[in-house]
């Protein structure tokens, strides 16, 4: 089974500051691991993701995001938050060994809503 | 963008009545997705469909059958509806991506409220 975790229903912080947005998973192989932000009113968009290799991964809009194993993270980062990042951010796992047999099924977190303020 | 539409965007409907959602795709992808999306709980899977005629459930299953006849369209229909179901709705698909795995990409949802 597969899991993930986003311990903060919302996070505030001021324009120009750093942005971190937390998340923890479990899968019972290696992760597959993405990023996916929802603007009011729209679909998920698509901000990165993380298979193998480099532990931090550049993304969409300035957005990073570190892999850390040992800890089963993976929190999303921006060095200075813009008011328009204001959105609902979403964590998401597959596990690499599911594949095509158990339809690329993603579990998602439960999001984390990110207030900018000027 | 996937080439995903969803129809209708927005629908009110009473306690009982069944109600079908259409998601269409361009690209002849073979997986699609139902996801519906609450407060709280993120997204949660449906059902989803690995081919035509070809549907498999999700985690929250209970109400909702499926349907694919052809490779762009996924149904997903709620032969009864009840106000649990009120929420917004979701359809994917997926797609190979750069490193050589499968990534999903959404549709721009479907309100659907039940009184």
């Known amino acids: 089974a597969q899991s993930v975790a986003q311990p903060e229903d919302q996070v505030n912080v001021a324009e120009g500051n750093p942005l971190t947005v937390k998340c923890t998973y479990s899968v019972s192989g290696n992760p597959y691991l993405f990023w996916y932000v929802q603007y009011p009113n729209r679909g998920l968009q698509f901000l990165l993701k993380?298979?193998?290799?480099?532990?931090l991964v550049k993304g969409s809009y300035g957005f990073e995001a570190e892999f850390n194993k040992s800890q089963t993270s993976f929190h999303l980062k921006k060095p200075s938050a813009l008011v328009s990042d204001s959105a609902l951010y979403f964590c998401a796992v597959r596990d690499i060994k599911q594949g095509e047999a158990a339809g690329n099924k993603l579990t998602f977190g439960g999001g984390t809503r990110v207030l900018v303020k000027p | 963008d996937a080439g995903i539409t969803q129809s209708p965007r927005h629908k009110v409907t009473e306690t009982g009545t069944p109600v079908t959602l259409r998601c269409h795709q361009t690209?002849?992808?073979?997986?699609m997705y139902w996801y519906r999306q609450d407060p709280g709980h993120g997204l949660r899977l449906i059902h989803y469909?690995?081919?035509?005629?070809?549907?498999d459930k999700g985690e929250v299953s209970d109400g909702y059958s499926v349907s694919r006849s052809k490779t762009e369209d996924f149904l997903l229909t709620l032969e009864s509806a009840t106000s649990s179901q009120t929420s917004v709705y979701f359809c994917?698909?997926?797609?190979?991506?750069?490193?050589?795995?499968?990534?999903?990409?959404f549709g721009p949802g479907t309100r659907l409220t039940v009184l």
């Open positions: 993380y298979i193998t290799g480099d532990n």
């Open positions: 994917a698909i997926s797609k190979l991506g750069t490193g050589g795995y499968n990534e999903q990409f």
């Open positions: 690209e002849n992808h073979r997986y």
């Open positions: 469909s690995y081919g035509v005629k070809d549907t």
